[in-house]
T-cell receptor, first 114, second 111 residues
Framework: DSGVTQTPKHLITATGQRVTLRCSPR?????VYWYQQSLDQGLQFLIQ???????AKGNILERFSAQQFPDLHSELNLSSPELGDSALYFC?????????????FGQGTRLTVV | DAKTTQPNSMESNEEEPVHLPCNHS???????IHWYRQLPSQGPEYVIH???SNVNNRMASLAIAEDRKSSTLILHRATLRDAAVYYC????????????FGTGTSLTVIP
């Protein structure tokens, strides 16, 4: 158990139906990362937050948004999911975002868009 | 732009050592080398990281070449549970200290 909790484990939604994925980082970790993993794309970095502030963005589409709350949990929102957004979404956390810090990943949320 | 190069796949017999190579010829002096692995249907798992010196932990050893242009993850005795995709990642200023995963090496452990 990495200490990172993602809910729900599975999520099925219709195209255009807004969804929210939730991540609770390990206790004390300030940084949260979101990744998307699909069969043909591998693990793609989406966005990172550090202590409530956006720190870095990857190739994240406009229909994706995220935030980190004062209690440090994070949510990834898809405003209008498309079929191609079906994937595994992983959240990771680390104490800091320095180069010598390891990250711990949750078990993921499997999103299926129908 | 690929910052690390790894073989697509490798095989090992159970209970034998495994050496997983990674090339990172563009590494700069302050970049850290990280290794993660992903077991089937699970999230990536931290294995080990280092800067210049060889590193050991309970999971594996990391051998870093003197010029730092390559590194090797060593699993001392492969078990069936070690079958996974192993990712070698550089954390550097260019990537904003992010973890950028490549395609990794898929390790098969043969009983």
């Amino acid at each position: 158990d990495s200490g990172v909790t993602q809910t729900p484990k599975h999520l099925i939604t219709a195209t255009g139906q807004r969804v929210t994925l939730r991540c609770s980082p390990r206790s004390g970790d300030l940084s949260v990362y979101w990744y998307q993993q699909s069969l043909d794309q591998g693990l793609q970095f989406l966005i990172q937050y550090y202590n409530g502030e956006e720190r870095a963005k990857g190739n994240i589409l406009e229909r994706f948004s995220a935030q980190q709350f004062p209690d440090l949990h994070s949510e990834l929102n898809l405003s209008s999911p498309e079929l191609g957004d079906s994937a595994l979404y992983f959240c990771a956390s680390s104490f800091r975002d320095k180069k010598n810090t390891e990250a711990f990943f949750g078990q993921g949320t499997r999103l299926t868009v129908v | 732009d690929a910052k690390t190069t790894q073989p697509n796949s490798m095989e090992s017999n159970e209970e034998e050592p495994v050496h997983l190579p990674c090339n990172h010829s563009t590494i700069s002096g302050t970049d850290y080398i990280h290794w993660y692995r992903q077991l089937p249907s699970q999230g990536p798992e931290y294995v080990i990281h280092g800067l210049t010196s060889n590193v050991n932990n309970r999971m594996a050893s990391l051998a870093i070449a003197e010029d730092r242009k390559s590194s090797t993850l060593i699993l001392h005795r492969a078990t069936l549970r070690d079958a996974a995709v192993y990712y070698c990642i550089l954390r550097d200023w260019d990537t904003g200290n992010q973890f950028y995963f490549g395609t990794g090496t898929s390790l098969t452990v043969i009983p």
